[in-house]
């Protein structure tokens, strides 16, 4: 009886350990700018180095044409920006389309793609989700805000 204890304990050990390393995943399920790759200004770069030289602003054509380790590409995260849902890219080679978002988001509408309020950016000095961003106007002020 006191075996069947024993291997109880175990079990319920196993059982817990296996759901800390679960939450672990899901929690860490966010991205950062970092790792999502853009085509911005002609350049293929990251989401954040896009951002912070302002060619995120300039308008472009095609995608990211290097490949990756790590992260995704920016034609797999969906936005709601401009009154539409499109990729990332999409809005990116469109200028101007990454500057107000009338729509109202539901994510769950995609069937595939990273949902943009899972995507952390810095913009103006502020870490937010990137639809978060879209919605405040702030990619309005960066790209209509002269720069010093």
Known sequence: ???E?????YLKSSLFISLM???LIFVSAAHNANSIYVRAGGADKTLQAAIND?????GNTGSY???IAYGHYADDIKIFAGNSQRTLQQAVNTQGSLYSNTVTPIFSAFSFGHAS????ITIGGVSK????AINAGDFNTLCTTPQA
């Open 1 to 3: 009886m006191k075996r």
């Open 5 to 9: 204890g024993t291997s109880n304990i």
């Open 54 to 58: 302002g060619s995120i602003c300039s």
């Open 65 to 67: 044409s290097g490949t």
């Open 117 to 120: 309020d899972s995507i952390s």
């Open 21 to 23: 390393l679960l939450s």
């Open 129 to 132: 989700n990137l639809q978060t």
